[in-house]
């Protein structure tokens, strides 16, 4: 049987993550909308994320017109890290890292 407690405890933590989930998806559905509106006005507007003055000319950024393609593949790129945030399976110090370490070091008397 568990504890009012813990029952608590497991709702403030599904509360929490579902929080976090519907995070991402707002920010999913600003950076479509955002995207959107800058590639279709992408000829009206000039927007200057990047420019050959910041790198010193490399060739590639001919190649590129940042001008549109530069807000959303560098945001595309935070959206990622969030979406790995959310969705990805924390490995070296997310959730729980403490509560391993904790039981690793008690399982050893000679720490």
Do not use: C
Request: hydrophobic residues 45%; aromatic residues 14%; glycine residues 6%.
């Amino acid at each position: 049987m568990t504890t009012k407690n813990e029952e608590l405890t497991k709702l403030r933590r599904a509360k929490k993550r579902v929080a976090e989930i519907r995070g991402f998806y707002n920010h999913l559905a600003v950076y479509l909308v955002v995207n959107v509106v800058l590639f279709l006005l992408r000829d009206q507007m000039t927007f200057i994320l990047l420019s050959k003055r910041v790198f010193g000319n490399p060739g590639f950024l001919e190649n590129i017109n940042w001008d549109v393609y530069g807000t959303p593949i560098v945001w595309g790129l935070a959206l990622l890290i969030h979406a790995i945030s959310v969705f990805g399976k924390p490995y070296v110090l997310g959730r729980n890292w403490e509560e391993r370490q904790i039981q690793k070091y008690l399982e050893k008397d000679d720490f």
